[in-house]
């Protein structure tokens, strides 16, 4: 059974700063993976899909990477904004798509 | 107008009663998902529908039932509704064209408390 496991569960950061959430899974076999973003309330919003022949996307001031052998993603957030502040969910596309339980991110003004 | 509508978006309950949320899409996707987020424990998927003659159950089917009216209609019941069935509900669609560039486009979210 696929696990997404998202370190660390919670961030706080000043405005500005460069961050990086991580993301580990246990079974190499997917056809993808992708970041999300939830914002208090509401429903997710996908920021990237890194198939499984790629090594990486960006969108932006986001940047994800995706090294499959050993089952981790990282997603970088560069200069980061007050705006960015929510939950970032990390899924993998087996023969379901798999949640990890996120990362919540503040960024302080 | 949103793509992926789901209502109601808050519902209170009691124990036993039977609930129906509903969940339209119009992006003219042929996959659609029912979904269940509880805090700690994240998303878990509860039923899909590769196309209309299409249902299957995901992870946490137990308690609930779903139906796929059309194409574009997806909808969700829990017979007798029990508290542990509080949770955040999502509805997503895809499009299923490729499974490796498949993104899931995911409803506002139903809210439902079982007292």
């Given at each position: 059974k696929q696990e997404v496991t998202q370190i660390p569960a919670a961030l706080s950061v000043p405005e500005g700063e460069n961050l990086v959430l991580n993301c580990s899974f246990t079974d190499s076999a997917i056809y993808n993976l992708q970041w999300f973003r939830q914002d208090p309330g509401k429903g997710l919003t996908?920021?990237?899909?890194?198939?499984?022949?790629?090594?990486?996307?960006?969108?932006?001031?986001?940047?994800?990477?995706?090294d499959k052998s050993s089952g981790r993603s990282t997603l970088y957030i560069a200069a980061s904004q007050p705006g960015d502040s929510a939950t970032y969910l990390c899924a993998v596309e087996s023969y379901?798509?798999?949640?990890?339980?996120?990362?919540?991110?503040?960024?302080?003004? | 107008d949103a793509d992926v509508t789901q209502t109601p978006r808050n519902r209170i309950t009691k124990t036993g009663k039977r609930i129906m949320l509903e969940c339209s899409q119009t992006k003219g996707h042929d996959r659609m998902y029912w979904y269940r987020q509880d805090p700690g424990l994240g998303l878990r998927l509860i039923y899909y529908s590769f196309d209309v003659k299409d249902i299957n159950k995901g992870e946490i089917s137990d308690g609930y039932s779903v139906s796929r009216q059309a194409q574009a209609k997806f909808s969700l019941s829990l017979e007798s509704a029990i508290p542990n069935q509080t949770a955040l509900y999502f509805c997503a669609t895809s499009a299923g064209l490729r499974a490796s560039t498949d993104t899931q486009y995911f409803g506002p979210g139903t809210r439902l408390t079982v007292l």
């Open positions: 996908s920021l990237l899909l890194i198939q499984s022949s790629q090594r990486e996307q960006t969108s932006g001031r986001l940047n994800a990477s995706l379901q798509l798999t949640f990890g339980k996120g990362t919540k991110l503040s960024v302080i003004p | -």
